[in-house]
């Protein structure tokens, strides 16, 4: 599972089937363990209702399409979570995260 913020929207005409009446947002990660490549943002599928500027935590792989209600959607990651508050212990710097952009972020960025 990833913690990020959503930070846009997609819009798209045509799409697969399983997909219609989705909502796709743009996510901004904070942090996960071990990506398998660096990236700015990820495409979530929300049934949650989100809206930018809310930090999410996304879940991904089959977890985001059980999630969804579907094994066979063709969906890689998905939001399970609208976040209320987050709280960093002090010993953050202990543990084997990888910070993307090369740095943690400051603090109120994680406390909406």
Known sequence: MILGRVVGEV??????????????LIIAPYL????SHETANLVAVDALGAGIGEDVVVC????????LGST??????????????????????????TFLG????AHDAVTP
């Open 11 to 24: 819009w798209a005409t045509k799409k697969h089937p399983a997909l219609d009446g989705r909502k796709l």
């Open 32 to 35: 996960w363990y071990a990506p």
């Open 60 to 67: 991904m792989g089959d977890p985001a399409r059980r999630s």
């Open 72 to 97: 066979s959607m063709p969906v890689e990651a998905a939001v399970c979570a609208i976040v209320d508050r987050v709280e960093l212990s002090s010993d953050r710097g202990q543990r084997p995260l």
């Open 102 to 105: 090369g740095r943690a972020p």
